[in-house]
């Protein structure tokens, strides 16, 4: 079977690799009909995950249909499904605890460190805890963003632990912040400022209806915008989604005294946490991968028409042009949000 693979001159190929065997009781091998680029495969080529496996089929964020199972998947041969980016065992101390992202016997495996979703089969260890059935009247592309981005943007508004009238600010309108904005919106928040340099991305979150105020840091001051908001208080939260240089610094910076600071980005660089200069703002901070353990709530929601995050797909591709696919992924994020990778 055909597999994109990364090496550590930063290059990716397609390479043919065998189909993979279930080596576990709880393993499926999975048929994948659609997937995605995510920014972190991105990081991975670039040799900025530690702990990623040069030649390691890429691809966390992808559906498809089950065709094998180990004796202990409950799931039937034949379920369309949506995997989850971690594969968790549901069992360990940090499992029972829902902070899955850190389970003790798995963590973020699949595109990593074990062969991912940018291959025709995969394998999915845990299956019992890792694959979301796909409802009858959700089609695949409904469903692809379950495991992996949508869920980053629902645990990311969870910890920001807003009331409906906090304002809100999310720095960076990429998927993340898109989807942070989704799920505070079904939270009920109405004070939403999204912030980005990119006005195609701004505009995509004004036409959802995901943002109720705007900023373009190259067109205005966004700590007098901020100010001029909140009655020169400061946002009640931040959800940092960029993941740039000088957008830490902006997190605090816009936070009024006592918020919450939400902290999904992941960055290039260590930065700097002045605590001399913001002592007595008794700042909250949350950061850290995605506990993804949320995947049959999102998919109900889609199932029900709450939320969708079809708007996110501005492209798609076959699996074939995956690497040109990469390729316009990274160059393009004033014309493209995410592509739907077609098998
Ligand atoms: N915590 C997790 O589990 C998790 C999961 C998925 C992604 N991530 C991380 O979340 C971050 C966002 O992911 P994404 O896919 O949305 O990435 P993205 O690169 O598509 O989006 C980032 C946005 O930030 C904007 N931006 C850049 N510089 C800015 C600035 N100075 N001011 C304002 N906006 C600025 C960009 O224009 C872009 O729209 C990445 O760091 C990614 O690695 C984390
Ligand atoms: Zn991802
Ligand atoms: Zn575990």
Redesign the pocket.
Known sequence: MKSLIWNSDETIEIVEKEIPKILNDDDTIIKVTYSSI???D??IVEGLVPKAVEKTTLGHEFVGIIVEKGKNVKLKIGDRVAVN?ESFCGKCFYCKKGYV?NCENGG?LLGCSIDGGHGEYVRVPFSNYTLTKIPKNVTDKNALFVG??L??GF??AKLAEIDKNDFIAI?????????CALCLKYFGANKIIL????DF?LDVAKKEGLADFII???KKD?INEILKLTKNRGVDRVIE???????FE?SWKIARANAIVV?????EENQILPLPIMYGKNLTFK????D?FCCEYLMKLIKNKKISTDFLITNEINFDNIIEGYHFFKNN?DKC??IAVKY
Do not use: E, F, Q
């Open positions: 995510c920014t972190s991105l990081h980016c992202n973020w992996d981005v869920s980053t645990w990311s720095i960076g309108a990429g998927p993340v912040g898109l989807c912030i980005d340099v990119n991305r373009n840091p190259n966004v989604a960029a993941g740039a240089k000088n957008t902006m902290v999904p980005a992941m960055y950061t850290g991968g995605v993804a994020k949000l995410k």
